[in-house]
């Protein structure tokens, strides 16, 4: 957060006893957001990363086989964007699946 004194009228008296005291701005700034990307790989059956988008990222069958095929032809998409604590949770969570499936399904993250 930042402070900034707008009026400093120590030096010269105030004309209306108004500014007295310095008034201040708030500047809050918006938490980064970061993209979470699914990768294309050779291996990875189609069935399993439709279910992977149905159970992590919360899309329905539709949108699932939808991007599946546009990260099957495209060789990336973004699957979310999330605060980066939420992205951190969700490529773990489907690093750590794909890989008790023995898949090499790859999911990263990315500042937006
Ligand atoms: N290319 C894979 C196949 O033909 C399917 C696939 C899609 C793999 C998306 C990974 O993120 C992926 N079986």
Do not use: W
Request: hydrophobic fraction near 40%; aromatic fraction near 6%; include cysteine.
């Amino acid at each position: 957060m930042n402070v900034e004194p707008i009026c400093m009228s120590q030096d010269t008296p105030p004309e209306d006893g108004v500014d007295l005291l310095p008034r201040t701005v708030e500047k809050t700034e918006k938490p980064p957001l970061y993209k979470v990307l699914l990768l294309n790989d050779d291996y990875t059956p189609m069935e399993f990363v439709v279910h992977i988008l149905e159970r992590f990222f919360g899309m329905s069958a539709d949108a699932a086989h939808g991007i599946m095929l546009t990260v099957h032809m495209k060789g990336l998409a973004v699957v979310g964007v999330y605060s980066h604590e939420i992205a951190e949770t969700k490529v773990t969570q489907v690093m750590d699946y794909a890989r008790r499936n023995q898949h090499p399904l790859q999911c990263t993250m990315e500042k937006e």
